[in-house]
């Protein structure tokens, strides 16, 4: 109940709150004079109410969504039986779990143990019992600062300056977690990897030649050591990667030029949403076209040419992926190559300039940040990609160059590494997180590049 009553509640009270708040602003404007005579707008008033009365219940439901499963659970455990709640924590967790399994969908592992039952009857009394209790806090808590925010509308009241720096407070709250949210990323890849590293040597990984990451269960077994270089795995992800690249930089460019520069407006208006299009076709989609047409249409033609092409090849879900990510290059580069202001056309032009030679020394050097950026997105979203490589390149982990061979990707590996009931104890596990780790690297790396290159050859116009 508590998540799908309360928050249409405070939303509910927030929209009362600002109307009540205009209205008494417009109220106080009649007494004083006129609008003139309040120092912000009445709908300023409105918002500053409508904030103080939604902010402190959001917060509750926000506090409480953290702590709820850590209090009701350390209430039930406190009412369990002392054998029970002696039990050593992994243990304990079991019974939980169990307890919980019962009270939401009366499903027990065990025989049906009369402590464990009464404990999930007892669950779901305190879990209904508190979420009532901070139902009516929230409410509480919303309805109080709302009064006292009506209170003090008056005249003088800077409510234009108290909801900007409301505002100010919530976009810095936003713009917080985001950063906090990359940094706990970052911090629990590293964290893994480091947990890797203490067992394969890095530059075994950095520099190694093979890459084969399954441990044997018993050490007579082959492959018992495993083998964690990660170069072929790296050599096939840029392989991919610059194949699709060869496809989508050039078509996307140029793609984008033809419809800012040459076509009509009419063309324009249905051509770019077509090509935007491929943007929305499902990678499962392009990945069965690759593995049950195009790859076979490249074997059948290296057949004829009498060269030996792998069924899974680099060539097929590069071509495939090239396709796949055209619009993120030809969109988002149509869009800053026609934000080119059309001054710069016409003083080009009127110089005796060609179009041709406008194009290339004016509007691309003026619209190359955003060129840029839509390769580089283009290139993350390349690197990325999974199940295109999956379908059509294959899981091999081949130390080649040559497109015609089966090549694997860093994410199809990570992937299947980590599929499965896994326990982050072994290096096969972990290696995911150093592969996750150096591919980051890598895109930093991709980007410090792409902002050199954009210095070094951006236009400033004033």
């Known amino acids: 109940m508590l998540y799908t009553s309360l928050l249409p509640i405070i939303l509910a009270l927030a929209v ?76 304990l967790s079991l019974v939980i779990n169990e307890i919980k399994n019962i009270a939401f969908g009366g499903f027990t592992a065990g025989g049906g143990n009369p402590a464990v039952e009464a404990a999930a009857s007892s669950y779901l009394d305190h879990l209904h019992g508190l979420r009532n209790i901070v139902v009516a806090v929230a409410v509480v808590t919303c309805l109080l600062p709302g009064w006292w925010a009506l209170g003090r509308i008056d005249k003088d009241l800077r409510a234009r300056n108290l909801v900007e720096g409301m505002a100010r407070v919530v976009l810095l709250g936003c713009a917080t ?12 890849v590293v964290f893994e990897a480091l947990r890797f590293f203490q067992s394969v040597s890095p530059s075994d990984f950095l520099f190694g030649l093979q890459w084969s990451p399954q441990i ?56 770019k949403p077509a090509l935007e299009i491929l943007a929305g076709i499902p990678t499962v989609v392009y990945g069965f076209f690759a593995a049950l047409t ?30 796949m990510i055209i619009p993120f290059v030809s969109s988002l580069s149509d869009d800053v190559i026609h934000a080119v202001p059309q001054s710069l056309r016409d003083g080009s032009l009127a110089m005796g300039a060609t179009r041709f030679e406008t194009i290339r020394h004016v509007v691309v ?19 990325g990609e999974t199940m295109i490589v999956v379908m059509a390149a294959g899981l091999s982990a081949n130390l080649s160059v040559n497109p015609l061979a089966a090549v694997t990707t860093v994410t199809v590996q990570i992937v299947t590494l980590l599929v499965g009931d896994q326990e982050f104890d072994s290096p096969k596990t972990l290696a995911a997180f150093a592969l996750g780790l150096l591919l980051f690297f890598f895109t930093l790396i991709l980007n410090f590049i792409a902002l050199r290159v954009v210095r070094r050859y951006r236009e400033h116009y004033e």
């Open 216 to 271: 044997a269960m018993r050490a007579d077994q082959v492959g018992s050591s495993g083998a964690f270089g990660a170069v072929p795995v790296f050599v096939g992800t840029f392989l991919i990667a610059s194949i699709a690249m060869a496809v989508a930089i050039p078509v996307g460019l140029l793609s984008a030029i033809y419809l800012s520069e040459y076509a009509a407006p009419t063309l324009r208006s249905w051509a």
């Open 16 to 91: 009362a709150s600002f109307f009540l708040g205009q209205r008494r602003a417009e109220r106080v404007a009649q007494a004083a004079g006129g609008l003139r005579q309040l120092h912000s707008l009445p709908s300023h008033y409105g918002v500053f109410v409508a904030l103080c009365c939604a902010l402190p219940g959001f917060v509750v439901f926000l506090v409480w969504m953290a702590c709820e499963e850590h209090v009701i659970t350390a209430m039930v455990a406190s009412g369990l039986p002392e054998a029970l709640r002696n039990l050593p924590a992994n243990e």
């Open 177 to 188: 977690v985001a950063v906090l949210t990359t940094v706990g990323i970052v911090l629990s």
């Open 294 to 323: 195009v790859a076979p249409a490249i074997r059948d033609l290296g057949a004829m040419l009498g060269l030996s092409v792998a069924s899974e090849s680099a060539l097929a879900a590069g071509l495939i992926m090239g396709v």
């Open 365 to 383: 050097p003026a619209a190359l940040p955003g060129i840029v950026g839509s390769i580089l997105l283009a290139i993350s979203r390349a690197v």
